[in-house]
């Protein structure tokens, strides 16, 4: 126990003393210590080698803090797409006849190195993505876990023995891996959205083209770089950025490509399910939410606003689990509300570089304007503005942390998922009301409580119409339990044992005539 805690001390000290040293530097000079490093990759990657868009274009990829150029990235379409699924469904007949033991191996040597530069990858996402650099390291942490936790569940793919009805019959079931996997991922966590999906695909041996967010493609790639240095061969992992809608409809129209995973927009899921339809392929999706958090009387209130303050500002506010209505019981309503006001104003803004940093930039000025929007529709229909409510002094896609009260389930605020670092209260008076509000949407991905009744939690946590139910906690995601929503917020589980099902197809063998000759 001595030795773990000195272990984790040592380990919390080397943490802090990266922040330090990284908030001293300038976007500049990161990048450069990146490119030092190798992982600042700039071309996409096909069949293990990195290319160019076939005409040469390009797009460019800024830091969200400063508006700065960190570098062009190829901007691919159709033709890349194409060779990009060949050269997966090529390396797929060698790959998945690897035994589960190597390509365990090779998954357990991918996570080594991305946890050996851990710091360097960190560094990316908060340049790319505009997260604070503690933030950053959490995520290159979490989304590590992924490769880490499948490649131990590779060697778990277990089949079935089914008693015949007949004596000279043996009925197997085998588990086999469903094949190319075209991977869509967001930019609002550029590693551990791709490692949630090309972890258990590659466990099971499947291969995957992966299209990024052409926002936040280099750490996609840096990974990928990994991927290769780690024995995983040319081939099982591509990775394309580019023209979103021609990259779609290629992997969409291919017979090739088996299975699409994506974590976006509602809207865009919608399309790729469709467009799915013609060459029939299995769809997991991961898409928008609008969660709610209801923090009951009978709550522990110092519990209630740590956790509803990282389960609303996180990345600020820039997560499909954000919580999106904070639902507060009419007893506790002020003394929350002050507590939670007084909480949000210790937030300190800024470039996720410089220490103490909680919330960092939104990813784009569409972000911004999206929650100026939410905001004005909700006061002028009543709503009040607490705290913040406006772009943040230091320019750019600053927001300021925002508290709004006197909201209603009718507001677009309400109804729409913010994105953003905004967070409504609205009150409610009794159990069934507030199973009623948080219900009354089409999405259903997360949802938080927070009470001191265990048979409330029970109760509550049955009722809402949700994947996720966080009980006194506002950080529940996790690589061993299973992550997705019901209703309009997905199908299907990633993350756990039930997230190697998505990437497996059940076959039945069934041995006749097996009585003596």
Known sequence: ??????????????ARQ???HMSSL?????AERLRESGLLKTQGLIGGKWVDAYDGKTIQVKNPATGDVIVSVPC??????SDAISSSHETFNSWSKLTASERSKCLRKWYDLIISHKEDLALLITLEQGKPLNEALGEINYGASFIEFFAEEAKRVYGDIIPSTLSDRRLFVLKQPVGVVGAITPWNFPLAMITRKVGPALACGCTVVVKPSELTPLTALAAAELSLQAGIPPGAMNVIMGNASGIGQTLLESSK?????????????????????STVKKVSLELGGNAPCIVFDDADLDVAVKGSLAAKFRNSGQTCVCANRILVQEGIYEKFANAFLKAVQNLQVGNGLQEGTAQGPLISEAAVEKVEALIKDATAKGANVMLGGKRHSLGMTFYEPTVLTNVN??????????????????????????VQLA?????GLAAYIFTKSIPRSWRVAEALEYGLVG??????STEVAPFGGVKQSGLGREGSKYGMEEYLELKYVCLGNMKDV
Do not use: Q, W
Not at 26 to 30: D, I, L, N, T
Not at 257 to 277: E, P
Not at 471 to 476: K, L
């Open 76 to 81: 691919m379409g159709e033709r890349e797409t």
């Open 439 to 443: 219900n009354d949407t089409n999405a």
């Open 1 to 14: 126990m001595l030795r773990f805690s000195l272990r984790s001390l040592h380990l919390a000290s080397s």
């Open 26 to 30: 300038e976007p500049k000079a990161a």
């Open 409 to 434: 389930n009718e507001m677009l605020i309400s109804r729409e998922e913010v994105f953003g670092p905004v967070a409504p209260l609205l009150p409610f008076k009794n159990e069934e009301e507030a």
């Open 471 to 476: 009980v006194n906690e506002g950080i529940i």
């Open 18 to 20: 990266f922040r330090r």
């Open 257 to 277: 490509v088996r299975k699409i995973t994506f974590t976006g927009s509602t809207a865009v899921g919608k399309k790729l399910m469709a467009g799915s339809a």
